[in-house]
């Protein structure tokens, strides 16, 4: 799951710290696209920093993944499908995603996440909610905060928190 956690954190945190400092988020009607080169975690966080009237793009998200089973200990392919939208505006970068979550042993469930930059308070936010069940009853529950000082690297929370509900 840690795994999962880093996919949904690093098209934020490239914005915020993977470009050459030639982004000026605060730049009227300019799109972050237009000033860093093309990547693919880059084209998903090109965002434009206009008004807050502005609708979120939305894009699909796939991942797939070998992680542990909080219920058995043993190994099994987490797969995620589903759509992420991203907004931005002057001040903030929010990205909010909705995911349906299979694996491999048989468990299946929805999830949650959202990722807010906050460019002048240069704080990073990402939360993360996911729920599976499998046939037998057995339940699954993620989460996860993280809090960071961007212009520090402070992380002032960092919770973690994976667990087999219901064996």
Sequence with gaps: MKRLILAFALPL???????????????????????????????VSSVGATSAASAPISFPIFEEFDDVNFCTGEVHTVTITGTAWLHANRNNTVIRSDRTITTSSGFEGRGHSTQVVNISGNIFKLTLNDMLTQSSGAKIRVQFVLVVDTSSGTVHVGQFSGSCVRP
């Design 13 to 43: 945190m490239l914005v915020l710290l993977g470009c050459d400092g030639s982004i000026s988020p605060t730049a009227p009607d300019e799109t972050l696209a237009a000033q860093q080169p093309a990547t693919s975690v880059g084209a």
